[in-house]
């Protein structure tokens, strides 16, 4: 099914401004919402299409590729993935006023987050993966050790100690928030007595203190894909701190960063490396042996006549291209070098060959010196 355009789903212009992306993602947001459209499966689909369409150009790289390439130029970008409403509400709870659960502009209009009130999500985490330049030639297994605040196999995540199980608050009788009548309106505020949980724990777990949750050293395998560059950032979705009475867990989200070599350099998927002849071998013409992320080399013919900065192109020897569609290619670029220090019989060579150069002037030569005497 083909996808429609973000701007149309969003309806504004291509020029819009993030604020106008913004108050248009708002409105939407309110007026296809799921508890104002109870079981309607289309207003549903809106609600979600305008929260992808909002993710992707309310981020100017992402935007910027999708204004040049459409939909096909967002294939393999990291993308936050909204798997259900939750997810949402707390990727964008700036934007609505509140944190998950759909908080703030729509607990205003539809009396607030009756479906996740007390459970909160988990809190999303961030590490740094380093890889080698050559580790990106294919997939790289790394294995991230951090400490996160994960569930109470103890209380079972209730916070109440073994044996015991957490109360009605009395003083909100379980509903997480206070009613107080003010003329012809009513104010509705959090409980302070269970923080809006609905319960509170007299005897609290010994392990998590209450919480639920406590600190907990993870081991977590991330696969990072072939050809991927440096500065990305992945999304390892439920990977985070465990939620609150069931919620759902947070993301981890890794940024890559990549060691540079000292022979290797990218370029897109492509992958330079300079590679330096002699004067001799860039005149008569030569076979070199050139090296490859592989740890392999790979034999290149240098024809004769080559100048220096001529680059040799080595077909499939760069990096995959972390969306599909083949592999870059290695660049040899060739420097001549002018030697420094001849031996006496080398110099002599030298001189000679100087004096047939003089009578047998270079195309490119004898075009520059004529140019340079019409010139003057």
Not at 264 to 281: G, K
Request: with cysteine; hydrophobic share 30%; net charge positive.
């Amino acid at each position: 099914m083909k996808k429609e355009d973000y701007y149309v789903v969003l309806k504004v212009k291509r020029d819009a401004s993030q604020d106008d992306l913004k108050r248009s993602f708002r409105k939407l947001a309110v007026k296809y919402h799921p508890d104002k459209n109870p079981g309607d499966k289309e207003a549903e689909e809106k609600f979600k299409a305008a929260a992808e369409a909002y993710e992707v150009l309310s981020d100017p790289q992402k935007r910027q590729r999708y204004d040049q390439f459409g939909h096909e130029g967002l294939k393999g970008v990291e993308s936050r993935g909204f798997g259900n409403f939750e997810d949402i509400f707390d990727a964008f709870g700036d934007i609505f006023g509140g944190g998950g659960g759909g908080g703030g502009i729509f607990e205003e209009f539809f009396g607030g987050g009756s479906r996740t009130r007390g459970a909160k999500r988990g809190a999303s985490l961030r590490c740094d993966i380093v890889l080698d330049f050559v580790e990106v030639a294919s997939v790289a297994e790394k294995t991230i050790e951090l400490t996160k605040r994960s569930f109470c196999e103890e209380c079972r995540g209730t916070g109440a100690r073994k044996g015991t199980s957490p109360v009605t608050c009395p003083y909100c009788k379980g509903k997480g928030e206070i009613h107080q009548r003010q003329g012809f309106f009513t104010l509705r505020t959090t409980c302070p007595k269970c923080k809006g949980g609905g319960r509170i724990i007299e005897t609290p777990c010994h392990k998590c203190h209450g919480q639920g949750l406590y600190p907990k050293k993870s081991q977590i395998k991330v696969s990072v894909p072939a050809g991927i560059e440096d500065g990305t950032r992945l999304r390892i979705s439920g990977q985070g701190e465990s939620g609150e009475n069931g919620a759902h867990p947070g993301d981890l989200y890794c940024d890559i960063h990549i060691r540079p070599h000292n022979i290797f350099q990218r370029q897109d998927n492509d992958i330079i490396c300079e590679f330096p002849i002699t004067f001799t071998q860039a005149a008569l013409g030569c076979n070199i042996d050139a090296p490859t992320v592989s740890g392999k080399c790979v034999n290149v013919k240098v024809p004769a006549g080559t100048q220096n900065g001529d680059i040799i192109s080595v077909r499939g020897e760069g990096f995959p291209n972390v969306r599909g569609g083949g592999k870059g290619n290695l660049l040899v670029h060739l420097m001549v070098e002018t030697p420094t220090k001849l031996t006496p019989r080398q110099e002599q060579l030298l001189r000679e060959f100087s004096e047939l150069e003089h009578k047998n002037v270079t195309p490119k030569r004898k075009s520059f010196f004529k140019k340079l005497k019409d010139y003057l």
